[in-house]
């Protein structure tokens, strides 16, 4: 099975600008989750889509978005850039939703976008 | 929300050594993950473990639920081990939002 892919790899743009990230889940996985990585914050959570639908966010600015296809992929959505959106983007993909609560979730990440904002 | 405290935060280690990460979390958890962060920034699964003990090769993880704690073995570690680990937890209340610690940064010399 092929793993989680992430594009593009590597994203420099400048304050201001927006972006867009695309995430591809394992195949049959219905769930896409995304993170945020810096060494200031560490790993933190943005957002999750489950078939189609935002089902959890974290606690981040409006600026940040997504949306989920059909077919599972998932897109993530930066607006008005600022210097502390630079970060590793990280998607995960889970066959499950994150409110299946006691069900076993299981994540598998992609291998990240790099974003420099300058 | 729920706290993900890691430790040590940076090891150091002679190929060939044992070490044990460990993994504090506050509340109680349905789920729990350790990762491998390789130096590209990959994040490698490399347990699922919400409760009892695993092993893969030279490593094992060990989660006692009720204790709120879970530990990584690595046996006998090679330089590839270096990066660094992180576990992640999922509370098993409320938004369910995974959680992850600062990690365990590892560097093994040769």
């Known amino acids: 099975k092929a793993g989680v892919t992430q594009t593009p790899r590597y994203l420099i743009k400048t304050r201001g600008q927006q972006v867009t990230l695309s995430c591809s889940p394992i195949?049959?996985?219905?769930?896409v989750s995304w993170y945020q990585q810096t060494p200031g914050q560490g790993l933190q959570f943005l957002f999750e889509y489950f078939s189609e639908t935002q089902r959890n966010k974290g606690n981040f600015p409006g600026r940040f978005s997504g949306r989920q296809f059909s077919n599972s992929r998932s897109e993530m959505n930066v607006s008005t850039l600022e210097l502390g959106d630079s970060a590793l983007y990280l998607c995960?993909?889970?066959?499950?939703?994150?409110?299946?609560?006691?069900?076993?979730?299981?994540?598998?990440f992609g291998p990240g976008t790099r974003l420099t904002v300058t | 929300g729920i706290q993900v405290e890691q430790s040590p935060p940076d090891l150091i280690l002679q190929e060939g050594a044992n070490s044990t990460l460990r993994c504090n979390f506050s509340?109680?958890?349905?789920?729990l993950q350790w990762f491998h962060q390789n130096p590209w920034g990959q994040l490698i699964n490399l347990f699922y473990i919400p409760s009892g003990t695993k092993q893969n090769g030279r490593l094992s993880a060990t989660t006692v639920a009720t204790e709120r704690y879970s530990l990584l073995y690595i046996s006998s570690s090679q330089t590839t081990d270096s990066g660094v680990y992180f576990c992640?937890?999922?509370?098993?209340?409320?938004?369910?939002?995974?959680?992850f610690g600062r990690g365990t940064s590892l560097i093994v010399h040769p």
């Open positions: 995960a993909s889970s066959s499950l939703g994150l409110a299946s609560g006691g069900l076993s979730y299981e994540q598998y």
């Open positions: 195949s049959g996985h219905r769930s």
């Open positions: 509340d109680s958890v349905n789920n």
């Open positions: 992640a937890v999922q509370p098993s209340g409320g938004s369910y939002i995974p959680t």
